[in-house]
């Protein structure tokens, strides 16, 4: 990778395309062109049979700079750096700063191509490219430019290892609210890293962020536990407290409705449902079976609203037709009694 710095002083990581993939789009390239460059000669010279040498002469120049010049420099300009070959190879011709290219980097770029690679087979260019650091040929330097891949392939995700068995719940009670998301990918980038790491850079990294995951959460690590331990142990505990928050929201989603139902139920006492058949011989009798003695019929009770629980247990005040000295019994078919 190279690293490309912007104007905003920001390094990119760009791999920078070597000789052989940058040979094989030149290749592709050259092919596309000389193959037009012969079908357009030979139709020039079938409809300039009758000129003279001199404009066929002319004619022949002019299409040598259109087509093996002009061409090249009208694609890249308008492609932004993918000519036919460089696109089939994966490729693109960008700024040092990794912009992409203008007309003045294409021209500058297929004015050297004329030199470098037209008139010396490509031999310079191919010279330029193994000395350069960057593989960039003379046509490059020249016009500030870089060809890089764009096809990348990208390297697989890359597991956080666990920590040691003996550290497993040893850090419950560890307050990780103050910890911020940045140290968080800082930690977890050294702990997927370790092995690429010289051990003895790794270890002064492992204590750095260790420092500043105690400074974060004011506890510090167990007496002998080494750094990289401590942060794989920490980073675990954090994993679990996630998968398990997860799971109580996942698991309390869809049940809310019958949780409340169940509580509210459990809390103001639940009272049994006359049957079908109760209900046929009260309507019979002219009253609900297991109600007090002058209560309403059935069809009444049936049109009548029916009160909350806590409301038939005396929160509705008794009315004036109602002996003083004879106390409501409660209902026993879950209808409020009469007023």
């Known amino acids: 990778m190279s690293g490309v710095v ?13 000789l052989p993939s940058r040979a094989l789009a030149l290749l592709i390239d050259l092919v596309v062109v000389w193959a037009a460059y012969l079908l357009i000669s030979l139709g020039l010279a079938l409809a300039t049979a009758s000129l003279d040498e001199a404009a066929a002469m002319a004619l022949s120049i002019v299409s040598f700079l259109l087509i093996l010049v002009g061409a090249p420099i009208a694609v890249e300009t308008l492609s932004h750096g993918r000519s036919l070959g460089k ?30 690679i ?8 191919c010279i330029a490219s193994l000395v350069s650091e960057r593989g960039r040929r ?25 920590p040691p068995p003996w ?6 009670e560890l307050d990780l609210s103050a910890v911020p998301d940045g140290l968080w990918l800082e930690i977890r980038q050294y702990l997927t890293r370790t092995a690429q790491l010289d051990p003895a850079i790794g270890q002064r990294l492992a204590e750095r962020l260790a420092d500043e995951l105690v400074a974060r959460t ?14 794989a142990g920490v980073v675990a505990e954090r994993q679990a407290r996630d ?18 139902v169940a509580g509210a139920v459990a809390g103001a006492g639940a009272f049994p449902v006359p049957s079908a058949s109760g209900a046929a011989s009260g309507a019979a009798s002219g009253s609900v079976p297991g109600s007090v003695p002058g209560s309403v019929p ?33 209902p026993a078919t879950g209808f409020a009694p009469p007023a």
């Open 6 to 18: 912007t104007g905003d002083a920001v390094v990119l990581g760009l791999q920078p395309a070597r």
């Open 87 to 116: 696109l089939a190879c994966g490729l693109r011709v960008v700024r040092d700063d990794g912009g992409p290219i203008r007309f003045r980097h294409a021209l500058m770029r297929g004015a050297m191509g004329v030199v470098e």
């Open 118 to 125: 037209l008139m010396t087979f490509g031999v310079v260019a």
């Open 138 to 162: 003379i046509g490059d330097v020249f016009a500030g430019t870089l060809v890089v891949r764009e096809r990348v392939a990208s390297a697989p995700n890359a597991a956080v290892p666990p």
């Open 167 to 172: 550290l497993v719940g040893r850090f419950t």
């Open 218 to 231: 004011g506890t510090p690590p167990p007496p002998g536990v080494p750094a990289a331990a401590y942060l």
């Open 243 to 260: 998968a398990r928050r997860a799971f109580v929201t996942a698991a309390a989603v869809p049940g809310a409705g019958t949780g409340a």
């Open 298 to 330: 059935a069809s009444a009770a049936a049109s009548a609203p029916i009160s909350a629980p806590g409301a038939a247990s005396g929160s509705a005040p008794a009315s004036a037709s109602t002996p003083p000295d004879r106390p409501a019994a409660p």
